[in-house]
């Protein structure tokens, strides 16, 4: 961001600016990224606004403030009596998903038919860690 900023500074062409785009590069700067961006937004009022931002009806937010309420809490109250189709919803439970059909998985063999790609059996890596070896059996490769 800064080379960026520096070349728009001085007026060089953007067809002359050159980003280092090499792996390293990229990953090293993402993580800084990341972490700027965090201790950019982990402040107490940012995440405050964020969440009174954030409208539920047109009555309330999602702030606490705002669902702790005097008025929230009465309409919570109330909605046996002025609401009664959610009422009805909420007792007996229509608003669930309808359900899905399972699906039948055969049980865990120690025959994988090859689909994991290797010659090493199940017996064979048991015994080796039973036997506390540290070395890459000459069977193995990395």
Not at 55 to 75: D, K
């Amino acid at each position: 961001m800064s080379i960026s900023l520096t070349a728009k500074k001085s007026r060089c062409a953007a067809s002359t600016l050159r980003l280092d785009t090499t792996l390293p590069t990229l990953r090293e700067r993402s993580v800084q990224w990341l972490l700027d961006g965090y201790r950019d937004i982990n402040k107490l009022e940012i995440i405050k606004q964020a969440f009174a931002s954030c409208h539920a009806g047109t009555l309330f937010n999602l702030s606490f403030e705002s669902l702790s309420s005097r008025n929230a809490l009465q309409r919570l109250r109330d909605v046996q009596r002025n609401e009664p189709d959610l009422w009805e919803q909420i007792v007996t439970r229509q608003y669930q998903l309808p359900e899905q059909r399972a699906i039948e998985e055969p049980p865990f063999t120690d025959d994988t038919g090859g689909a994991d790609g290797s010659d090493v059996t199940v017996e064979a890596v048991a015994k080796h860690i039973s036997d506390g070896d540290q070395d890459v059996p000459a069977i193995c490769s990395l």
